[in-house]
């Protein structure tokens, strides 16, 4: 089952936060023999457009190693209970997965397994530090050859917008839940 992360940018083309724009480019042109071009164009300039490029990076794993963000979504299909309690990695990388990971845990999942998936996405979702995550990308960017994020306030203007959509992850969730068990 796919989930946000799954569909991101990064994702679809397949390429890494490190990766310069000449390979984004080139993987865009590549997937579109084989995906929707329309998708791959609209990827392509999320990841190589500078104003675009911040909220796609926010909504992905910052901080995370590629081979360790390929693992992590290998996860998010395969063994998802592994992903609950991974205090490894960056809070805001942590929590996207966490929401991914709402997006298709079992809505027959017992009610106190449902609270402990929601009670560690708040705790993690609260560690999450702007001027961490512009470390976390600044980081990256040098290795990738983009400009750096100067200042933290698009950070914190992004980590805003994220915050809503974890709200309306949880929401859309315990949507799917049996009355029954939100009661419990």
Same mark, same amino acid.
């Given at each position: 089952?796919?989930?946000?992360?799954?569909?991101?940018p990064?994702?679809? =083309?397949g390429v890494?936060?490190? %990766?310069?724009?000449?390979?984004?480019?080139?993987?865009?042109e590549?997937k579109?023999?084989?995906? @929707?071009? %329309?998708?791959?164009?609209?990827?392509r300039?999320?990841?190589?457009?500078?104003?675009?490029?911040?909220a796609? *990076?926010?909504? $992905?794993?910052?901080?995370?190693?590629?081979?360790?963000?390929l693992?992590?979504?290998? #996860?998010?299909?395969?063994?998802?209970? /592994?992903?609950?309690?991974?205090?490894? =990695?960056?809070?805001? !990388?942590? !929590?996207?997965?966490l929401?991914a990971?709402?997006e298709?845990l @079992?809505?027959?999942?017992?009610?106190?397994d $449902?609270?402990? $998936?929601?009670?560690?996405f708040?705790?993690?979702? @609260?560690?999450?530090?702007?001027?961490?995550?512009?470390s976390e990308?600044?980081? %990256?960017?040098?290795?990738?050859?983009? /400009?750096e994020?100067?200042?933290? *306030?698009?950070?914190? *203007?992004?980590?805003?917008?994220?915050?809503?959509f974890?709200?309306? /992850?949880?929401? #859309?969730?315990? @949507?799917?839940?049996?009355?029954m068990?939100?009661? *419990?």
């Amino acid at each position: 089952m796919q989930t946000s992360l799954h569909r991101s940018p990064f994702a679809l =083309l397949g390429v890494t936060t490190r %990766d310069k724009a000449d390979k984004i480019i080139e993987q865009a042109e590549e997937k579109s023999l084989f995906l @929707d071009s %329309d998708v791959c164009t609209k990827a392509r300039s999320d990841l190589t457009t500078v104003r675009n490029r911040l909220a796609t *990076e926010i909504r $992905w794993l910052p901080g995370v190693a590629p081979n360790r963000a390929l693992g992590l979504l290998d #996860a998010l299909t395969n063994n998802i209970e /592994s992903l609950k309690d991974d205090t490894s =990695l960056p809070p805001l !990388a942590n !929590a996207n997965i966490l929401a991914a990971a709402f997006e298709i845990l @079992d809505p027959n999942m017992a009610a106190s397994d $449902w609270q402990d $998936w929601i009670m560690d996405f708040a705790y993690t979702v @609260d560690l999450i530090d702007a001027d961490d995550v512009l470390s976390e990308i600044n980081a %990256d960017r040098t290795l990738s050859g983009f /400009s750096e994020v100067k200042g933290k *306030e698009q950070i914190e *203007e992004e980590l805003d917008d994220r915050r809503h959509f974890y709200t309306e /992850s949880i929401k #859309a969730a315990l @949507d799917k839940l049996d009355l029954m068990k939100l009661v *419990e």
